[in-house]
């Protein structure tokens, strides 16, 4: 079984940063992309950040995050991390590690093998 192990969330005012980081453990397994999601109260899972390192390395955003945050990872060791700047109250949220061992973007983000519980930022005005 694999386990995605999300840590780095925090209460940090308007402007500040958090780095969020998630780790895979459990039995290997080797993952196509591994990203970010999160969901605020009362509104729906949304796609943060992604990276893919099969068939090359290539990162996607959100157009909300866009030149604010930055994700960064080890594909042989199934790691990810999310460096967050300019941190704003609308980026509180619950934020979700995801992988997937098939396929590239589009397949991680309709239809990953595996999450995380999540782990909360709230960020304060």
């Known amino acids: 079984q694999v386990q995605l192990v999300e840590s780095g969330g925090g209460l940090v005012q308007a402007g500040g940063s958090l780095r969020l980081s998630c780790v895979a453990s459990?039995?290997?397994?080797?993952?196509?992309?591994m990203g970010w999601f999160r969901q605020a109260p009362g509104k729906e899972r949304e796609f943060v950040a992604a990276?893919?390192?099969?068939?090359?390395?290539?990162?996607y955003y959100s157009d909300s995050v866009k030149g604010r945050f930055t994700i960064s990872g080890d594909g042989a060791k199934n790691t990810v991390s999310l460096q967050m700047n300019g941190l704003k109250p609308e980026d509180t949220a619950l934020y979700y590690c995801?992988?997937?061992?098939?396929?590239?973007?589009?397949?991680?983000?309709?239809?990953?093998?595996?999450w995380g519980q999540g782990t909360q930022v709230t960020v304060s005005s």
């Open positions: 995801a992988a997937t061992t098939r396929g590239g973007f589009s397949t991680w983000r309709y239809n990953s093998d595996y």
């Open positions: 990276i893919r390192w099969r068939g090359g390395s290539e990162t």
């Open positions: 459990g039995r290997t397994f080797s993952s196509n992309v």
